[in-house]
């Protein structure tokens, strides 16, 4: 599988090793998670991802969070929309609640280790292991050119958890073939080359924050790329906009207010924004809401996301007004990002046989060779 790199071997071909769980260490718990600076989030992404990173982070847990700029260029990019997304992403991670002295927030293009890696681990697929993931044939299925980047870019997705050596990650359903695709290349190195990454596991949250449908089409998951701008909240929405999307979210026909997902899939949606919203279950609203009609209900929700979205988007502003302090939270974690990451690369060049060729290391190879 690695014939392509044999050729940098000096002294004798890399031992396989039959059984690296048996042997492996144990990893501690690390947790890594990256998302792509596309502009301004939705609820959806606030309430099911960034929410749980920041629940994550103050658990006291091992968190390292990346704004993964390389993935975005996949597809063509104007660059300085590229520069503003990725200040608007911190900021926005920022004012969400991630804390810069709890956990590590970078850019990924700032660790250039990220792309080395990816590279090392790229001549360890295949190209039929690649093309069967499916965001590939969903994204892929509708260009004429396939750009490199696209096909390739779930091998930098598992270069960036396993140059942190994380345990887990937090995923949705959806990138869970990609997960496993870093698992897959995790086994495939240790087998090669002794232990050196752990296993990584998915987190997947099973409640509905991470199910939030579109306002205008309930049997769809919401997206910032739905053609209908009314079909999702973001979090830089000022109120006024918030409650004219609330006003007119599609429910049904009938006007009492009760949570039953299968059959009245706006209302229940309703109801989970305002549970997420306001700390309340659903079931807890409902009572509250005996007597009004959803007309009606629909302000309550819209009060209740209103209250908790305000201090985010109002954050947010603050943060992007001060660009200086942006960078200099990127950069700072950038630099203990790249100590992690130089580390687990100097062990993988180490062990694959290409770290370097000094005259002190040539000697210690030579003394090697003649002792064996």
């Known amino acids: 599988m690695f014939k392509s790199l044999s050729c940098l071997r000096l002294v004798r071909p890399t031992v396989r090793y039959a059984s690296t769980e048996a042997m492996a260490p ?14 301004a989030l939705h609820i959806g992404n606030y309430l099911g991802a960034i929410k749980r990173w920041v629940d994550l982070q103050n658990s006291g847990e091992d968190v390292t969070y990346c704004i993964v700029d390389l993935h975005s260029i996949t597809l063509p990019q104007d660059p300085d929309l590229l520069r503003h997304n990725s200040l608007q992403m911190a900021a926005t991670l920022l004012a969400c609640g991630i804390d810069p002295a709890k956990s590590t927030l970078f850019l990924q293009s700032g660790v250039p280790q990220h792309a080395e890696l990816s590279w090392i681990l790229g001549c360890m697929t295949t190209m039929a292991r690649l093309t069967h993931l499916p965001q590939y044939k969903e994204k892929s299925a509708k260009l004429k050119e396939i750009p490199l980047g696209l096909y390739i870019y779930p091998v930098l997705q598992a270069a960036d958890i396993m140059l942190y050596k994380a345990t887990h990650v937090p995923v949705g359903e959806d990138q869970v073939q990609h997960l496993q695709l870093a698992q897959s290349l995790a086994r495939a190195f240790n087998n090669r080359f002794g232990p050196t990454f752990p296993f990584c596991n998915p987190i997947i949250s099973d409640d509905t924050s991470c199910r939030l449908k579109s306002l205008r089409d309930p049997t769809k998951k919401m997206s910032k790329s739905d053609p209908d701008p009314k079909s999702c909240i973001m979090l830089t929405d000022k109120a006024d906009v918030i409650r004219e999307k609330i006003r007119k979210s599609v429910t049904d026909f009938t006007s009492e207010v009760t949570f039953e997902p299968e059959t009245r899939p706006g209302v229940a949606n309703l109801l989970t924004i305002h549970s997420l919203a306001s700390g309340k279950s659903p079931q807890q609203i409902c009572a509250e809401a005996k007597g009004l009609n959803t007309g009606q209900y629909k302000g309550l ?40 990451a130089e580390r687990t690369l100097h062990e993988v060049k180490e062990k694959v046989g290409m770290n370097g060729f000094s005259l002190a290391r040539l000697s210690e190879v030579a003394r090697k060779e003649r002792v064996e």
């Open 26 to 39: 144990s990893w501690p718990r690390k947790i890594f998670s990256g998302v792509q600076p596309t502009g």
């Open 301 to 340: 929700v819209a009060d209740a996301l209103v209250a908790h979205l305000e201090p985010i988007r109002s954050d947010i502003d603050r943060y992007l007004a001060d660009p200086g302090y942006l960078a200099t939270v990127i950069e700072e974690g950038c630099e203990r990002a790249r100590e992690t």
